[in-house]
């Protein structure tokens, strides 16, 4: 399973190698880790792989993100829960769901209003639940990807690029500029 991403622990990287551990134990899966962070807090978290569970590739350069994401059995987004994540909808869910990946989402506000039949959901900061949601996740591929699909349509560039552009409009309008 390939993560590629911000490293810290507002994304919980300790919960998902925990879970990983577990998995790694279990389905003989490992993790692909890449991304930027602290290097303490890179070092805080790899000191928790256990048995190889999870290969640290380092940074890499934005425009290969998607043929590493390609490689993945499945997608999987983790955060903990605060103010900014109950509200986000992060990039890597459309890489995913674009990339037709069973995805893995923590239970979240806009994640679960946005993908609630189309993804599977794991309880914030619960490592048996992530655990048992990426094994579920592993023996269905392929499974929510129609549905994520159409999830994420309407979040496309031409269709955002038109309501900005009649936000824009709007605003310049009561403003009077």
């Given amino acids: 399973v390939v993560y590629a991403g911000g490293l810290n622990a507002e994304r919980d990287m300790e919960l998902l190698i925990t879970a ?3 998995v790694y134990r279990e ?3 490992r993790l692909l880790l890449f991304g930027h962070g602290e ?4 070092k805080n978290i790899m000191a928790r792989v256990q048995g190889g569970s999870v290969i640290y590739g380092g940074n890499i350069p ?3 993100v998607n043929s590493f994401l390609d490689l993945s059995l ?3 987004v983790t955060y903990q829960k605060n103010p900014l994540t109950v509200r986000a909808l992060p990039t890597k869910v459309f890489e995913y769901a674009r990339l037709e990946k069973t995805m893995v989402l923590p239970r979240l506000g806009e994640l679960e209003r946005v993908f609630a039949d189309s993804a599977y959901f794991y309880e914030v900061g619960n490592a048996d639940d992530l655990t048992e949601k990426l094994i579920l996740a592993l023996d269905n591929r392929g499974k ?5 699909l159409e999830r994420v349509k309407p979040y496309e ?5 038109k309501r900005l552009l009649a936000l824009y409009k709007e605003l310049r309008e009561e403003l009077d500029l």
């Fill in 74 to 76: 499945i997608g999987v």
């Fill in 157 to 161: 560039w031409d269709i955002m690029q």
């Fill in 27 to 29: 389905r003989g899966v």
């Fill in 39 to 42: 290097s303490s807090y890179v």
């Fill in 144 to 148: 929510f990807t129609d549905k994520a």
């Fill in 20 to 22: 990983f551990n577990r």
């Fill in 62 to 64: 934005y425009d290969q």
